[in-house]
């Protein structure tokens, strides 16, 4: 299995010593690899190849998960699509030369200017919200004179039993269409000419852990298919969103790619479609980890707190949705077996600033490396630049060598963009009354 390993009691990925790695960039700074990433695309594409029509299911990597231009481009080179929610995706898909058409766009709240850009770019499928945004792109495909090729997303009202924030098929979240509503919407196709319907999309939430909900789900939405097709309207495309879930506590355990697919397979079988999947996290996660260095060993009132380089602002897992991530020293990590309760935190100004809280680790030391894992999906990406700190360097490892793919960000980069303005717009309405109140506005 490729990825990350202790060897002779030194972290190494796929053959590469990681300390003398990340020598190169300073720390805290993501690693990733290459050989994994692509274990984990042919693990989701093998468990899901005999229940697509084709035998061939559009593997769409949600770029969410992790968008560094050099991880798209080796799941790209070995037949990914992706899974995009904004312009902004869209443009890095296309700075890797993607072909949009293996791309879904998806998103509640998709802007006029988006819609356009997609269409223009001749992006495979949108995943359709909601009524109002289905019209809006039936108008703007007419316009342009062309027509969007659409999967309703169908909110089944199933619960994931996943973490509230990430939890997206119950009926009070905003995703997706009531089946009523869909219902509704297929009936009235023929005054949407601007739309080109192809099937249905459903994803109920990230980080599951249980089949059953995937289960139900497919039920439901296997019944909605055959209801379709008895009206006379072909339905062509399942897309299945993401989802799958990866072990962070060997408490909680995800089930396998295979495994979930299994539990999807009697309904896939009946419903006979052409397949879409929207991994993020089953590729990324266990692809990549956070390298950070000790700064300070502080002994509290009651805790001990191991303070690091790295903070909420380069992986807000932790504080956000209560995430855990296994973390070990990077060199000796069992040391002498003793361990002892610790919070890890950052630097920044807030006590939601962890990224473990008592957590059982071995000795360390000011200077110690420690390995942040499975921060390979909705880490940098989800990275900001609260307390003025500049986001990490990204490095990807191939068996053959590593290479920065994403420099750390410097002051510059920090303010640009921002301006003072002239001195002569800062003054005070006495001084320059001319210019309003305020001085700024005119
Ligand atoms: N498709 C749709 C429509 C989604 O909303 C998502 C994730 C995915 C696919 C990919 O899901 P995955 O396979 O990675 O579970 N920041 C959170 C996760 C947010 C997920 C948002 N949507 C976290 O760090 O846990």
């Given at each position: 299995?490729?990825?990350?390993?202790?060897?002779?009691?030194?972290?190494?990925?796929?053959g590469?010593?990681?300390e003398?790695?990340?020598?190169?960039?300073?720390?805290?700074v993501?690693?990733?690899?290459?050989?994994?990433?692509?274990?984990?695309?042919?693990?989701?594409?093998d468990a899901?190849?005999?229940?697509?029509?084709?035998?061939d299911?559009?593997?769409?990597f949600?770029?969410k998960s992790?968008s560094n231009?050099?991880?798209?481009?080796v799941?790209r080179?070995?037949?990914a699509?992706?899974?995009?929610?904004s312009?902004?995706?869209?443009?890095r898909i296309r700075?890797?030369?993607?072909?949009?058409?293996r791309?879904?766009f998806a998103?509640?709240?998709?802007?006029?200017d988006?819609?356009?850009?997609a269409?223009?770019?001749?992006?495979?499928?949108?995943?359709?919200?909601?009524?109002?945004?289905?019209?809006?792109?039936?108008a703007?495909?007419?316009?342009?004179?062309?027509?969007?090729?659409?999967?309703?997303?169908?909110?089944?009202?199933v619960?994931?039993?996943?973490?509230?924030?990430?939890t997206t098929?119950?009926r009070?979240?905003k995703f997706?269409?009531?089946?009523?509503?869909?219902?509704?919407?297929l009936?009235?196709l023929t005054?949407?000419?601007?739309?080109?319907?192809?099937?249905?999309h459903?994803?109920i939430?990230s980080?599951?852990?249980?089949?059953?909900?995937?289960?139900?789900?497919?039920?439901?939405?296997e019944?909605?298919?055959?209801?379709?097709?008895?009206?006379?309207?072909?339905v062509?495309?399942?897309?299945?969103g993401?989802?799958?879930?990866?072990?962070?506590?060997p408490?909680?355990?995800?089930?396998?790619?295979?495994r979930f697919?299994q539990?999807?397979?009697p309904?896939?079988?009946?419903a006979?479609v052409?397949?879409?999947?929207?991994?993020?996290?089953?590729?990324?996660?266990?692809?990549g980890?956070l390298?950070?260095?000790?700064?300070?060993?502080?002994?509290?009132?009651q805790?001990?707190?191991v303070?690091?380089?790295?903070?909420m602002?380069d992986?807000i897992?932790?504080?956000?949705?209560?995430?855990?991530?296994?973390?070990?020293?990077?060199?000796?990590?069992?040391?002498d077996?003793?361990?002892?309760?610790?919070?890890?935190?950052?630097?920044?100004?807030?006590?939601?600033?962890?990224?473990?809280?008592?957590?059982?680790?071995?000795?360390v030391t000011?200077?110690?490396l420690?390995?942040?894992r499975?921060?390979g999906?909705?880490g940098f990406?989800?990275?900001?630049?609260?307390?003025?700190?500049?986001?990490?360097?990204?490095?990807?490892?191939?068996?053959?060598?590593?290479?920065?793919?994403?420099q750390?960000?410097?002051?510059?980069?920090?303010?640009?963009?921002e301006e003072?303005?002239?001195?002569?717009?800062?003054?005070?309405?006495?001084?320059?009354?001319?210019?309003?109140?305020?001085g700024?506005?005119?």
């Open positions: 299995m490729a990825g990350f390993a202790w060897h002779d009691g030194r972290l190494t990925c796929d590469i010593d990681v003398a790695t990340v020598a190169r960039t300073g720390t805290p993501y690693v990733y690899s290459a050989a994994r990433l692509r274990e984990n695309h042919a693990a989701v594409r899901f190849r005999s229940l697509d029509r084709t035998s299911p559009l593997i769409a949600s770029v992790n231009l050099a991880v798209l481009e799941l080179s070995c037949g699509g992706f899974d995009l929610v312009g902004g995706e869209l443009h700075a890797i030369g993607a072909d949009p058409a791309a879904v998103g509640v709240g998709k802007s006029d988006e819609i356009v850009e269409l223009d770019a001749r992006i495979g499928w949108f995943d359709v919200e909601s009524i109002p945004e289905l019209e809006t792109i039936d703007i495909a007419r316009a342009r004179s062309t027509r969007a090729r659409v999967l309703l997303r169908v909110n089944p009202d619960d994931a039993k996943t973490h509230r924030h990430i098929g119950k009070e979240n997706g269409m009531r089946i009523a509503d869909v219902e509704a919407v009936a009235s005054s949407l000419p601007g739309i080109a319907f192809d099937g249905f459903v994803h939430g980080q599951l852990t249980d089949v059953e909900p995937f289960r139900e789900t497919l039920e439901r939405i019944a909605l298919i055959a209801r379709t097709r008895a009206a006379g309207i072909p062509h495309t399942l897309n299945l993401g989802g799958m879930g990866v072990t962070y506590r408490e909680q355990p995800a089930p396998s790619p295979a697919a539990a999807m397979a309904a896939l079988a009946r006979n052409k397949l879409v999947l929207e991994p993020g996290r089953a590729i990324a996660a266990d692809a980890v390298i950070t260095r000790v700064r300070f060993v502080k002994q509290g009132e805790r001990r707190f303070v690091v380089d790295a903070a602002t992986l897992r932790p504080a956000l949705y209560d995430g855990h991530h296994p973390i070990d020293p990077v060199l000796d990590p069992i040391r077996g003793t361990t002892s309760p610790c919070d890890v935190v950052g630097p920044v100004c807030e006590s939601a600033d962890f990224l473990a809280q008592d957590r059982a680790l071995p000795p000011r200077r110690d420690l390995a942040v499975l921060a999906a909705y990406t989800m990275a900001s630049n609260y307390n003025s700190r500049p986001r990490a360097a990204e490095i990807l490892i191939e068996p053959w060598g590593s290479r920065v793919v994403r750390r960000e410097t002051y510059a980069d920090l303010v640009r963009g003072v303005p002239p001195v002569e717009l800062c003054g005070t309405p006495s001084t320059t009354p001319s210019i309003g109140r305020t700024i506005e005119p």
